[in-house]
T-cell receptor, first 114, second 109 residues
Framework: GAGVSQSPSNKVTEKGKDVELRCDPI?????LYWYRQSLGQGLEFLIY????????KSGLPSDRFSAERTGGSVSTLTIQRTQQEDSAVYLC????????????FGSGTRLTVV | QQPVQSPQAVILREGEDAVINCSSS?????VHWYRQKHGEAPVFLMI?????EQKGHDKISASFNEKKQQSSLYLTASQLSYSGTYFC??????????FGTGTRLQVFP
């Protein structure tokens, strides 16, 4: 597609439930990133996929968070047993190449845990 | 590890200039700049690779001092459309960005 697509755009869930957030990157972009942005805050790195390499999971805040990328394209971020502090906008970004290219971000998924 | 941006907030009248600074304690491979408007995703402005280059387009430019691990974003003759929050993102040897604390810019008529 022309841009990075994320779904759902909004998700309200009850505390303790599991949620799945989806990201469809730009075709041909080998790198895919997940960030989290709490209200009025900056962007917190979560996880990074590059081609067939093992993902960089160093930013995942707890073992309740996991992500996978299937076929080098679509990625799913899963949060198990959601907590209220998980409420945030989850942003996905993709990039074609390390040099000379910036990230293209999706519109994000606003997650609210009640 | 998170780069520090200054100032935290800037208020301008149309036509005025502004400088936003980004400083890191780590050796950097590149620095990115993004602008985020309220309720929207961040939008890429430019990337500066190590080598101390300066880049720019339109009335927005940036520099990267590799020795000091500092970058500055220059906005000249500001327009209403420049309003938003500006983030720098720094990249080390690993291929991921760590974003700064953000600078909120407001331009008034």
């Amino acid at each position: 597609g022309a841009g990075v697509s994320q779904s759902p755009s909004n998700k309200v869930t009850e505390k303790g439930k599991d949620v799945e957030l989806r990201c469809d990157p730009i075709s041909g972009h080998t790198a895919l990133y997940w960030y989290r942005q709490s209200l009025g805050q900056g962007l917190e790195f979560l996880i990074y996929f590059q081609g067939n390499s093992a993902p960089d999971k160093s930013g995942l805040p707890s073992d309740r968070f996991s992500a996978e990328r299937t076929g080098g394209s679509v990625s799913t971020l899963t949060i198990q047993r959601t907590q209220q502090e998980d409420s945030a906008v989850y942003l996905c970004a993709s990039r074609r190449d390390r040099r000379n290219y910036g990230y293209t971000f999706g519109s994000g998924t606003r997650l609210t845990v009640v | 590890q998170q780069p520090v941006q200054s100032p935290q907030a800037v208020i301008l009248r149309e036509g005025e200039d502004a400088v936003i600074n980004c400083s890191s304690s780590k050796a950097l491979y590149s620095v990115h700049w993004y602008r985020q408007k309220h309720g929207e995703a961040p939008v890429f402005l430019m990337i500066l690779l190590k080598g101390g280059e300066q880049k720019g387009h339109d009335k927005i430019s940036a520099s990267f001092n590799e020795k000091k691990q500092q970058s500055s974003l220059y906005l000249t003759a500001s327009q209403l459309s420049y309003s938003g929050t500006y983030f720098c993102g720094t990249e080390q040897a690993t291929d991921k960005l760590i974003f700064g604390t953000g600078t909120r810019l407001q331009v008034f008529p």
